[in-house]
C-alpha cells in the first residue's frame, strides 16, 4: 500500500471522529450544519491549497462542502473551542501512524529502526502567552509566546511520529517522546537537548541503542572506572579515537567514544554565551576542537567512521521541517 493510500485512508478515519470530538470539546452544542466533520476538512483542504487564503476563500472552501456560512459567521465560530477541538483532532491524527516504503541504505538496514528526535519552535503573537508559554528574550516582544513540536521520524521504514505539541520554553527531556520505549535491535538520533544518562540506560535494557553528541559536564570514566579529564585525554590520542568509556557517576553507562575536528564551534559558543551575558570557560572552548559522539553500539555493528557518517543523517528531519514550512508555511 502506498503511503499517499494510507493517508488517504487515515484522514477518512479521523474525519469519521470530528463529530464526536466537536461536541465534547464544546465546539459544537447545538444542530449546526458546520459540523465538525465539515469544519476539518474546510480548513485543512484551503489551508494545504493556500496558507494565506482569507475568510472569503474559507467561506467558500465549507460552501463546497455543502455549509453555506459568510467570511463573518465563520471568522465567529475560530475562537477559543475551535482551537481546543482542532488540538484535539491533532492528537487523533498523529495516533494514526504513516509509514513510507522501507529504505536500501545498508547502514541504516544494520538496525531495526533508526529514529530521529527534534523540535521546532513555531513564534506565537504574545497574546497568547497565558496559552503557550515563549521562552522570553532582551526584545520583550514577540518572545512570550510560542509552541514547541516534539517530532520523531524512523529512517528505515519513513514512520512519523508526532507533531505533539508543547509549551516553546519546555525543555525535551521532559516530552513523551524522549521517554519513549525503543524496539529491540533499533538506534536512536537526537541532540543534546535530549542527552539524558538515564533514559539512556534505559534504551540499554531495553535492547536498543543511542548514537549521541557528548554533553560536555558528564563525568567520563576509562574501563577501570578511573575519571579522565577529557581534554587531555583527546590531546593525548587524538586527532581521531575510538574508545571504549564508562559515562557518569552514578551509571558508569559504558559507550565507545568517536571524534573529529571542527573548530568553527568555539565562535557559537562565544556568540551564545555573549547573548545571555556569560563567559566560555577555556576547557569548553578547547574541546570543541573535536567532535564527540558517544554511542552504545558494538564496534562489530558500526565502526567509529560510520558512526560520525550516521551522525550526519539527522539533518533529514531538518529537511522534513524545511518541507513543512516551504510547502504549507508552518512558521
Same mark, same amino acid.
Given at each position: 500500500m502506498s503511503s499517499v493510500t494510507q493517508v488517504e485512508q487515515a484522514m477518512q478515519r479521523v474525519f469519521q471522529q470530528a463529530n464526536g470530538i466537536a461536541r465534547q470539546t464544546g465546539f459544537v452544542q447545538r444542530a #449546526?450544519?458546520?459540523?465538525?466533520?465539515?469544519? =476539518? $476538512?474546510?480548513? =485543512?483542504?484551503?489551508?494545504?491549497?493556500? $496558507?494565506? =487564503?482569507?475568510?472569503?476563500?474559507?467561506?467558500?472552501?465549507?460552501?463546497?462542502?455543502? =455549509? #453555506?456560512? #459568510? $467570511?463573518?459567521?465563520? #471568522?465567529?465560530?475560530l475562537g477559543e473551542s475551535a482551537a481546543t477541538f482542532l488540538q484535539a483532532m491533532l492528537d487523533v491524527v498523529v495516533g494514526h501512524i504513516i509509514a513510507s516504503d522501507p529504505v536500501a541504505i545498508p547502514i541504516l538496514q544494520r538496525f531495526t529502526a533508526v529514529i530521529l528526535l527534534d523540535s521546532p519552535v513555531i513564534v506565537l503573537p504574545d497574546a497568547l502567552a497565558a496559552v503557550w508559554r515563549g521562552c522570553g528574550g532582551g526584545t520583550g516582544q514577540g518572545t512570550q509566546a510560542a509552541v514547541k513540536l516534539q517530532v520523531g521520524l524512523d529512517l528505515v521504514c519513513g514512520e512519523l511520529r508526532g507533531p505533539y505539541l508543547y509549551d516553546g520554553r519546555s525543555h525535551d527531556g521532559s516530552s513523551n517522546l524522549q521517554h519513549a520505549a525503543l524496539q529491540a535491535g533499533a538506534l536512536r538520533l537526537a541532540d543534546l537537548g535530549y542527552f539524558r544518562l538515564d533514559v539512556f540506560a534505559d534504551l540499554c535494557q531495553q535492547g536498543g541503542s543511542f548514537l549521541s553528541r557528548l554533553e560536555a559536564a558528564t563525568a567520563v570514566f576509562d574501563t577501570q572506572q578511573q575519571r579522565l579529564d577529557l581534554l587531555t585525554f583527546l590531546q593525548t590520542h587524538g586527532p581521531r579515537i575510538d574508545a571504549p568509556v564508562e559515562l557518569g557517576v552514578q551509571h558508569h553507562l559504558p559507550v565507545r567514544v568517536p571524534e573529529e575536528v571542527a573548530n568553527e564551534r568555539r565562535g557559537k559558543l562565544r556568540a551564545q554565551a555573549k547573548r545571555k551575558g556569560q563567559t566560555v570557560s577555556k576547557v569548553r572552548l578547547a574541546l570543541a576542537d573535536w567532535t564527540i559522539s558517544v554511542t552504545n553500539v558494538p564496534i562489530e555493528l558500526l565502526s567509529g567512521e560510520e558512526a560520525l557518517v550516521l551522525a550526519r543523517v539527522r539533518w533529514q528531519i531538518e529537511l522534513l521541517f524545511k518541507l513543512w514550512k516551504q510547502s504549507v508555511r508552518l512558521h
Open positions: #449546526s450544519k458546520l459540523t465538525g466533520e465539515r469544519f =476539518v $476538512p474546510t480548513l =485543512v483542504t484551503a489551508w494545504l491549497n493556500n $496558507p494565506q =487564503v482569507t475568510r472569503q476563500g474559507l467561506a467558500q472552501m465549507a460552501a463546497g462542502l455543502g =455549509v #453555506s456560512i #459568510s $467570511p463573518q459567521g465563520l #471568522s465567529e465560530r
